[in-house]
């Protein structure tokens, strides 16, 4: 009976790890793919960034937390606004590449009715993300999510980030336009929010 159970034990340990190693593996991976399978209406283009026609974009999830400043940050405030949700950590190295382009781009697009939020994940020290950002001149928010629960929210089958670094853009309306899960430079980051500026 004991036995049983030290196995029952075994094995959810077991797996448990398996669930763990999986998600190292998806951190911080420069060339993840993106794309879509079964009902999801979306397309990944060159640069491995996903669209979504705009008649069949959804809805975002409730984003919000407190960022590193510790002041209430809400991505639902900024509705009316193109928003770039970029997920990152101060220990991911293309996290470190791209951040001097998001800081740029973002200051260059905030005429444009662009807003830009971080989201901070698995970092337990609160320090070295401020010190990332200081570093790298990102000026904008960053939601504090230590442990990752804001990226569980985003509903199955859509453009969901699954990745660190991932992108994801949000339309004037608060649906979900486009992703990626890479790393970005300067201008394949102007290249996938230009178009969703440029909507009516």
């Known amino acids: 009976m004991s036995l049983g159970r030290a196995s029952r034990r075994r094995f959810t340990l077991l797996a448990a790890t398996a669930a ?6 998806s951190a911080c991976s420069g060339g993840a793919k993106s794309g879509g399978g079964g009902n999801t209406n979306f397309v990944t ?7 979504v026609p705009k008649a069949d974009r959804v809805a975002a999830p409730k984003l919000d937390g407190e960022g590193l400043d510790g ?5 639902s405030d900024h509705k009316g606004k193109v928003v770039v949700l970029n997920v990152w950590g101060s220990w991911c ?5 791209e951040a001097k382009y998001f800081a740029k781009v973002a200051e260059e697009t905030a005429g444009q009715g662009v807003q830009f939020v971080g989201i901070n994940t698995r ?14 001149g990102v000026e904008y928010p960053s939601i504090y999510d230590p442990y990752g629960k804001l990226i569980l929210r985003f509903p199955k089958g859509t453009l969901n980030p699954q990745a660190i670094p991932s992108t994801v853009v949000l339309d004037r309306d608060g649906k979900i336009a486009a992703r990626t899960l890479q790393a970005l430079n300067g201008d394949e980051l102007r290249k996938m929010i230009d178009p969703i500026i440029a909507e009516k």
């Open 20 to 25: 763990a190693g999986a998600l190292t593996l």
């Open 45 to 51: 283009g060159t640069g491995g960034v996903a669209t």
């Open 71 to 75: 002041k209430p940050v809400d991505v």
């Open 93 to 97: 190295g293309p996290c470190r590449l």
């Open 123 to 136: 970092d337990p020290e609160r320090d070295k993300a401020i010190n990332f950002e200081k570093d790298y």
